[in-house]
């Protein structure tokens, strides 16, 4: 991700945190249609985990809320953050623990729906 697109990023989730209404938070998430991608919800979360690491639960407790609904609206199949990063953990520990990658088939199959973009860039950030 590049330096301007990733500035873009913080300072629309700047803009959300200081929404005072929904009119002028649907308002900000239509003017920034393009940015609200899955490289977007990975960045509300780790902007979350600031938010959380200084003491501020509640905006961190928000901004993982709306990037589990705009997760939803870009794939409405898949799931949340947490979920994908769950998933991730699963398969590496299976894998870890076995010493036999074979052991990561049947995990795979019954999260397939999880294995899409968001997946990725959640394995990359990791």
């Known amino acids: 991700m590049n330096e301007q697109r990733a500035q873009a990023y913080v300072n629309l989730i700047q803009q959300l945190l200081t929404c005072t209404d929904d009119e002028e938070l649907n308002n900000i998430l239509q003017a920034n249609q ?4 899955p490289q977007f919800l990975q960045e509300m979360e780790n902007y979350a985990t600031g938010l959380e690491e ?4 509640n905006p961190a407790a928000w901004l993982r809320n709306m990037a589990e609904q705009l997760g939803q ?28 990658p074979g052991v990561v ?19 990359f950030v990791f």
């Open 73 to 100: 609206y870009l794939n409405p199949q898949a799931g949340s953050i947490e979920e994908y990063q769950e998933f991730l953990l699963e398969v590496l520990q299976a894998e870890d623990e076995s010493n036999d």
């Open 54 to 57: 200084q003491g501020n639960n």
């Open 105 to 123: 088939y049947p995990i795979l199959q019954r999260r397939q729906h999880l294995l899409d973009d968001t997946f990725a860039q959640v394995y």
């Open 34 to 37: 393009e940015l609200i991608d």
